[in-house]
């Protein structure tokens, strides 16, 4: 099955410069790739996804590059705020199996 | 309702006592998925329905889990004899199926196990 690796675990920026997260996956069939935001005793909310059709695709501050050949998508966070602060989770699933597969999280710090 | 809504919130159990859980998804997604959030990690996938059957069950842990959605809308997830290790977060999701695997959350129940 799908296996979704996330790193880093932690990341602590100051504010107004970039953040990356990188996450690989292990099912070459996997096609659809999303992000979400999770803030402290929140829901999970999605804040951008990318299918497997694109490289890259952004919306204002966020965006996400896709490489299919060596199986890894990254977030992308430009001029970070404090509020950006929260863990982000990557995620993959391919139409057949339509169900996601997480990774495991960064907690991304952003230090006024 | 606006978005996936999950009861109760919050549960504290019993060792070994029964507990149910309720997801109310949002109106119109035929989509239903059940997911188990433990502390400092990432969703971990439960069951799939696709209308009132379940599409999907590999990720139930074992047969103490079980989960119905019996018209196709509302869910309810049920522990039996619930142990320490079910402690977490049980997560709901619903979606469209139509538009792809775009999931929305509700805010989850957290289950503590006493």
């Known amino acids: 099955g799908e296996n979704v690796e996330q790193h880093p675990s932690t990341l602590s920026v100051q504010e107004g410069d970039s953040a990356v997260i990188k996450c690989t996956y292990s099912?070459?069939?996997?096609?659809?790739f999303p992000w979400y935001k999770q803030e402290l005793g929140k829901r999970p909310q999605l804040i951008i996804d990318?299918?497997?059709?694109?490289g890259e695709k952004k919306d204002q501050r966020i965006a996400v590059t896709l490489n299919k050949t060596a199986k890894h998508f990254s977030l992308h966070i430009t001029e970070t705020q404090p509020e950006d602060s929260a863990v982000y989770f990557c995620?993959?699933?391919?139409?057949?199996?339509?169900?996601?597969?997480f990774g495991q999280g960064t907690r991304l710090t952003i230090n006024p | 309702g606006a978005g996936v809504s999950q009861t109760p919130s919050n549960k504290v159990t019993e060792k070994g006592k029964y507990v149910e859980l309720r997801c109310d998804p949002i109106?119109?997604?035929?989509?239903l998925y059940w997911y188990r959030q433990s502390l400092g990690q990432g969703p971990e996938f439960l069951i799939y329905f696709q209308g009132t059957g379940a599409a999907d069950d590999s990720g139930l842990p074992n047969d103490r889990f079980f989960a119905v959605r019996p018209e196709g809308s509302v869910s309810t997830l049920k522990i039996q004899r619930t142990e320490r290790g079910d402690s977490a977060v049980y997560l709901c999701a619903s979606s469209l199926s139509n538009s792809g695997n775009t999931m929305y959350f509700g805010e989850g129940s957290w289950l503590t196990v006493v």
């Open positions: 990318i299918r497997s059709n694109v």
């Open positions: 109106s119109g997604h035929t989509a």
């Open positions: 099912d070459s069939a996997s096609n659809y």
């Open positions: 995620a993959a699933s391919h139409q057949g199996a339509q169900k996601l597969v």
